[in-house]
């Protein structure tokens, strides 16, 4: 059984830093993406961050030179750093991962980051 286990969200000022924390359990025989989407209020679920099957990384529009996409593969961890916050980035942050064998996406449970003054 998968699972996708999110922490390190929490309330910052904007210009503050957060970085947050995904560990993966279980087995996934072939990953296409992995990363975090997030959601805020009243918006849809949009991508932030992820690697791809080939270990190139995307980000969106948004956040580029702001956050940073890493991960630990001895720990089964992906990370998201955070920087420069902006209360536009407001929003829980899912972190998933896309298979393809079979053809699922996984999905944590979110964690809530606010950029507040």
């Known amino acids: 059984q998968v699972q996708l286990v999110e922490s390190g969200g929490g309330l910052v000022q904007p210009g503050g830093s957060l970085r947050l924390s995904c560990v993966v359990s279980g087995s996934i025989f072939s990953i296409n993406k992995m990363g975090w989407h997030r959601q805020a209020p009243g918006k849809q679920r949009e991508l932030v961050a992820a690697?791809?099957?080939?270990?190139?990384?995307m980000y969106a529009d948004s956040v580029k030179g702001r956050f940073t996409i890493s991960r630990d593969n001895a720990k089964n961890t992906v990370y998201l750093q955070m920087n420069n916050l902006e209360p536009e980035d407001t929003a829980v942050y899912y972190c998933?991962?896309?298979?393809?064998?079979?053809?699922?996406?996984?999905w944590g449970q979110g964690t809530q980051v606010t950029v507040s003054s």
């Open positions: 690697f791809t099957r080939y270990g190139t990384t």
């Open positions: 998933y991962v896309d298979s393809t064998i079979p053809t699922v996406t996984y």
